[in-house]
């Protein structure tokens, strides 16, 4: 098994799946052209990622780190009539190179993107008056995934879905003499699901065109 042949099945279920669009296609090739990681979602998992948004019939979505708003457009897209999207992001250039491409998919007044340390930003969000979110993404930096969960549960209501991309980490979250702040973070995470009361959640390791990971998906009581 190696990554050639995960990609090669990303691209056959992509094909099969994930119709081709003109704004996410563009948006990858600006992103790509303005020097940004390629460490978006992949198609297949960035349509999971809408599903999941309108099984859960969201109006208010928040994504913790947009790089270049690849995952943003597909959840902005999964939003009920009227609804809204903030998306926090740490490099000025990221936030614009995503603006841009939030702008050509039409969704620029549908999404927010704030532009700060998500820890600082998310203070702030709760401070201000607006109903919680139903739906959180979170997928910048690793060492405060633990963090961000906090804010996410701090910021949601009974029902809202909790997704944190990466908790796998081609399986070394369950190496415990780690001492990488990427893998401590993402075990935080599982300290903290393990003894959180009322909050249901599962990991699912995943192979795919971005190699070995997984994502956890969690619902608040
Ligand atoms: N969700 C995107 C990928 C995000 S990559 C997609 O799938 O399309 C992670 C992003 O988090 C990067 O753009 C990075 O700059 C940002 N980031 C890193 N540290 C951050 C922080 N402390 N606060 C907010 N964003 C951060
Ligand atoms: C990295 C970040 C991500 O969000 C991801 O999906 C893959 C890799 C990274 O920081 O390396
Ligand atoms: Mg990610």
Do not use: C
Request: glycine share 10%.
């Amino acid at each position: 098994m190696s990554i050639e042949q995960w990609t090669l099945v990303d691209r056959y279920i992509t094909d099969a799946l994930v119709a081709p669009d003109a704004a996410l296609d563009a948006a990858l090739t600006a992103s790509e052209a303005a020097g940004l990681p390629g460490i978006n979602v992949s198609p297949n998992q960035g349509k999971l990622l809408h599903l999941l948004a309108r099984v859960r019939g969201a109006k208010s979505i928040l994504e913790v780190g947009t790089l270049g708003g690849y995952s943003t457009i597909w959840l902005a897209r999964a939003l009920k009539p009227g609804g809204k999207l903030v998306t926090l992001e740490l490099d000025p250039k990221h936030a614009e190179v995503a603006r841009e491409n939030l702008r050509r998919a039409g969704l620029a007044e549908t999404v927010d993107v704030r532009v700060g340390r998500a820890l600082e930003l998310l203070p702030a969000l709760a401070q201000e008056e607006r109903a919680p979110f139903d739906f959180v993404f979170i997928d910048a930096d690793k060492q405060n995934v633990p963090g961000y969960f906090d804010w996410a549960v701090k910021l949601s209501a009974s029902g809202s879905v909790i997704v944190v991309d990466n908790t796998v980490r081609k399986g070394a979250v369950a190496d415990l003499s780690t001492t990488d702040v990427n893998v401590k973070g993402v075990q935080g995470l599982h300290d903290k699901l393990r003894s959180h009361p009322g909050i249901d959640a599962t990991t699912i390791q995943t192979v795919g065109s971005k190699g070995y990971d997984g994502f956890t998906l969690a619902i608040v009581g």
